[in-house]
T-cell receptor, first 111, second 113 residues
Framework: EDQVTQSPEALRLQEGESSSLNCSYTVSGLRGLFWYRQDPGKGPEFLFT?????EEKEKERLKATLTKKESFLHITAPKPEDSATYLC????????????WGLGTSLAVNP | ETGVTQSPTHLIKTRGQQVTLRCSSQSGHNTVSWYQQALGQGPQFIFQ???????GRGNFPPRFSGLQFPNYSSELNVNALELDDSALYLCASRLAGDYNEQFFGPGTRLTVL
């Protein structure tokens, strides 16, 4: 069965303390892996798409990487405004009609 | 702002009632997906509409139904509401095949008492 697992469930960091969030997946074939940010009471906001192992994408303090079985979202020198839930979703090859979502990592960055 | 709007923002219903949630997609986006997100969970795919036809469905019963209109608006209808239907309902619009440009609305918070 296709599955996406995110860890940790929750993470609390001090401002400037870098860390990484993990998204591991077990799917029959990967078409794309997506990272989203979700603020409380709002819809998810698109961050990155990764398509193949070895690919990396960067945006401000965020960097996403992909291997054949997992993706990491690295946060460098986070700020309080980076506090949010980060969601990972996978599009399975041969099924382009839906995304399989992880449960998310809730990140809190203290000033 | 994503250009995707949803109404209402909050809704309270009682068990057994019916509800209609509305979504206005970004102009030009011919595909809309609806998701259910329970508190502390990731979004769960309900169904997807492409050019006014349902073309994908998740593990939701038939009492969850939808419509998509030519003006890029869409509806999610839920009949015979159950307590477990309490959740944030999200719509997301995009061009067919392009998840890079999938934009979510702010959601409708449904509470079933």
């Amino acid at each position: 069965e296709d599955q996406v697992t995110q860890s940790p469930e929750a993470l609390r960091l001090q401002e400037g303390e870098s860390s990484s969030l993990n998204c591991s997946y077990t799917v029959s074939g990967l078409r794309g892996l997506f990272w989203y940010r979700q603020d409380p009471g709002k819809g998810p906001e698109f961050l990155f798409t990764l398509y193949s192992a070895g690919e990396e994408k960067e945006k401000e303090r965020l960097k996403a990487t992909l291997t054949k079985k997992e993706s990491f979202l690295h946060i460098t020198a986070p700020k309080p405004e980076d506090s949010a839930t980060y969601l990972c979703a996978v599009q399975v090859a041969g099924n382009n009609r839906k995304l399989i979502w992880g449960l998310g990592t809730s990140l809190a960055v203290n000033p | 702002e994503t250009g995707v709007t949803q109404s209402p923002t909050h809704l309270i219903k009682t068990r057994g009632q019916q509800v209609t949630l509305r979504c206005s997609s970004q102009s030009g986006h011919n595909t809309v997906s609806w998701y259910q997100q329970a508190l502390g969970q990731g979004p769960q795919f309900i169904f997807q509409y492409y050019r006014e036809e349902e073309n994908g469905r998740g593990n939701f019963p038939p009492r969850f139904s939808g419509l998509q209109f030519p003006n890029y608006s869409s509806e999610l209808n839920v009949n015979a509401l159950e307590l477990d239907d309490s959740a944030l309902y999200l719509c997301a619009s995009r061009l067919a095949g392009d998840y890079n440009e999938q934009f979510f609305g702010p959601g409708t918070r449904l509470t079933v008492l």
